[in-house]
């Protein structure tokens, strides 16, 4: 604590607020004409915001979906979404987040799993669902399309993104499906009743593949939530302003770094930028000229995307006080540069899905990137130990333990693999080998699992080993990141070959059949046989570079 910023305290409590919905309600009769969120040109306000989900709540209670019933959302960042997740909130049920670019082998794996009974998804994506809907417990389906911004919000450039958005990607009408607009003019009719929650309620199921790669929801309780929220809010409070800020959201709502930064600085009545598609980044720079905006957070990839294009530079940055880098390692080359060209620090933070995710956080008002994760966040215990479970002394590296009221009390209907996480004293082991200093800054040295991070998305060995070994001309297969200047890693492949004919292009177009693109091997390398431990299990370390 003598490290810590002035003004943030040792411990903070999560009980005050009774649940998110009582969070939400707060904040929105606090800052009821301010805009909550902007999106392609339309901006949304607090108090339109309240009505919207007040009505896709009492939407989804007339469907008999209320307190605990799961609720999927396949959304990118756009006004829906928030409309949609606090809507589900507030009726008491559970979101299931899903990445809009899933295949449709991965969305009904995750829907069958969380055993979701509606979902929503943007129209562009409902092709995926038509195929894996059979085989999941889903009655309900609503489809948004961009279009339907126009009813919900005021702006001007949403006709120009939808006319040239749709012609991008075909839209699919889904047999049976209800039209986003129709559920709210439902729910508007519809009679609405705030579920009692509480702090045990689970509000997300937040799925990932936690230490083993095996992809399982982390049930994600108000309790944790609103704790890693007030965590947030004391670390921040000293360096933002209440009603004043505007915060650029590249990174997806999905993902839970973007999901809790963006609930953080709802809480203080900021303006939302929600950038749908970050991977444009002339658009992007033209979004951010419109904007004077003071908090902008984001993984290396995306600053590093920003400061090779030379409008950026041009930007104005006299308001932005705040840039955060999480999801993947950010380099120093980048903070530097980023610093160079903003005239703000780029700090970084960690945290993962489990802990909702914020562990560590570096204090805002550091002059310049320090090459730490930072200091836990108040009330959070932060512990480096061996492999027998003892700790370390300060400069040892080991594997980072963390406990706290942030932390998952497990993993959905999988007591195995939540045992396999915790220890006997409440440490959740991270799985990343860190170095505490005597000051009480973490560094992170390597990850301990084999998982493969691209552009802040983890990558799971297991799944695209199952996947190309379905191929009938491989005969084994091992999968490992390397490392690449764009996204961080990329995945590359070993394969000993049952075919001979079989090429690596080959490989890559059937691995893009069944994985998301991020997923999809960028490198094949073809050998003779691969090395292995005493009982057969290939060494996957021993493939690495």
């Known amino acids: 604590m ?42 949304l306000s607090y108090e339109r915001l309240d009505r919207a989900s007040r009505d896709f709540a009492a939407y989804l209670q007339s469907l008999g979906l209320g307190r605990g019933r799961r609720v999927a959302l396949m959304l990118p960042n756009i006004l829906q979404y928030p409309v949609c997740l606090f809507g589900a909130l507030r009726a008491g049920c559970t979101v299931v987040n899903c990445n ?58 949403i006709n120009f993104v939808v006319r040239h958005v749709k012609r991008l990607v075909p839209s699919w009408t889904l047999p049976g499906a209800v039209p986003w607009t129709t559920a709210l003019a439902g729910g508007a009719k519809a009679r609405f009743t705030l579920p009692a929650l509480g702090h045990d309620d689970i509000a997300f199921l937040q799925y990932t593949g936690g230490t083993t790669g095996v992809a399982k929801g982390a049930m994600l309780s108000h309790r944790n939530i609103l704790a890693n929220l007030q965590q947030a809010h004391v670390w921040i409070r000293g360096s933002v302003k209440e009603g004043e800020e505007t915060i650029i959201t590249a990174l997806p709502l999905f993902h839970i770094f973007a999901l809790t930064v963006s609930l953080a600085f709802f809480r203080i009545g900021a303006s939302n930028v929600l950038i749908a598609n970050p991977r444009d980044i002339r658009g992007f720079v033209r979004e951010l000229a419109r904007h004077r905006f003071s908090i902008i957070t984001g993984v290396n990839t995306l600053f590093n995307a ?5 409008d950026f ?13 999480g999801g993947m390692a950010v380099q120093r080359a980048v903070a530097e540069r980023w610093q160079a060209v903003t005239g703000c620090a780029l700090l970084e933070a960690y945290g993962l899905t489990e802990a909702s995710p914020a562990v560590t956080i570096n204090p805002l008002d550091l002059p310049e990137y320090n090459g730490s994760i930072g200091l836990p966040l ?6 480096i130990r061996d492999d027998a479970g003892s700790d370390l002394a300060p400069g040892i590296a080991g594997e980072l333990c963390v406990r706290g009221p942030q932390v998952t009390r497990g993993y959905w209907q999988r007591p195995d693999e939540t ?17 505490m200093d005597e000051k009480g800054y ?80 960028h490198q094949v390398e073809f050998r003779g046989e691969l090395p292995k431990t005493t009982v057969g299990k290939i060494l996957r370390r021993a493939l690495r570079p």
């Open 306 to 310: 920003l400061l090779n294009n030379r």
């Open 2 to 43: 003598n490290s810590y910023p002035a003004g943030v305290p040792a411990e903070v409590d999560p009980a005050e607020f009774r649940s998110l919905a009582d969070l939400f309600g707060r904040c929105v009769a606090a800052h009821a004409s301010r805009c909550a969120y902007l999106s392609m040109g339309r901006a």
């Open 313 to 325: 530079s041009r930007l104005d940055f006299s308001s932005l006080k705040v840039c955060l880098g």
């Open 419 to 435: 045992a396999l996480a915790m220890t006997v004293d409440g440490f959740l082991r991270t799985g990343d080998i860190a170095v």
């Open 100 to 157: 809009p670019l899933y295949t449709a082998r991965e969305l009904e794996y995750q829907l069958a799993d969380s055993g979701a009974e509606a979902i929503v998804i943007l129209e562009n994506f409902a092709h995926v669902l038509e195929a894996a809907l059979p085989r999941t417990a889903i009655r309900h389906v609503v489809v948004t399309g961009l279009g339907d911004m126009l009813g919900l919000a005021r702006g001007t450039l």
């Open 442 to 521: 973490v560094r992170l040295v390597d990850r301990k699992k084999d998982t493969i991070l691209v552009s802040g998305f983890n990558v799971y060995p297991n799944e695209v080993e199952d996947v190309v070994a379905l191929h009938p001309g491989v005969l084994e297969v091992a999968a490992v990141g390397v490392p690449d200047a764009h996204s961080g890693e990329v995945v590359k492949l070993f394969v000993v070959k049952r075919d001979p004919a079989l090429t690596a292009e080959a490989l890559i177009a059937h691995c893009r059949v069944s994985l998301t693109g991020y997923k999809i091997p």
């Open 378 to 383: 108040p009330s959070t215990d932060v512990t």
